[in-house]
Structure formats: C-alpha cells, structure tokens
C-alpha cells in the first residue's frame, strides 16, 4: 500500500520533506518510524489524515502521515 509521510522541522535533517512509500498491508505509525530510524519519543505529534495518531495507529492505502518533533518555545 501507498502512504505519503511528511517530516517537519528537525526530523527533516538528513532524511526528506515528503515522500511516498510502499508498505505492506497492516503497518503501524511505529513500523514507519523505526524504519526512518526516529526514535518514538522524537514523534511528538502524529497526524494521520489530519487526524492525531499514535504510534501503534494502524496504516491505510493512500494514508498522509505527519510527524512532528517536540516543539518548544516562548
């Protein structure tokens, strides 16, 4: 199945902005994590068509995946 992910801010270092990638059917918010080598607590904010997601959050063709980093500020 096709989902497109899309990095923000520091997760974005050495890796890419938006991609698309082929996964098989059942993968998690976490499966992709691991393979783009983001450490779970670095994923802050998870959105999964606009909606939050969590990393045990099960994946669906044609699925946007956002990742935030930990934001901070003031």
Do not use: C
Request: charged share 25%; net charge negative.
């Amino acid at each position: 199945m096709k989902v497109t992910v899309k990095l923000f801010a520091s997760l974005r270092k050495d890796r890419f902005a938006v991609d698309d990638f082929d996964y098989q059917e059942g993968t998690t918010v976490g499966h992709i994590l691991a393979s783009l080598n983001i450490p779970e607590e670095e994923a802050a904010i998870i959105f999964i068509n606009a909606r939050h997601g969590e990393p045990d959050s099960p994946l669906k063709e044609g699925d946007l995946l956002a990742i935030f980093p930990p934001v901070g500020g003031g």
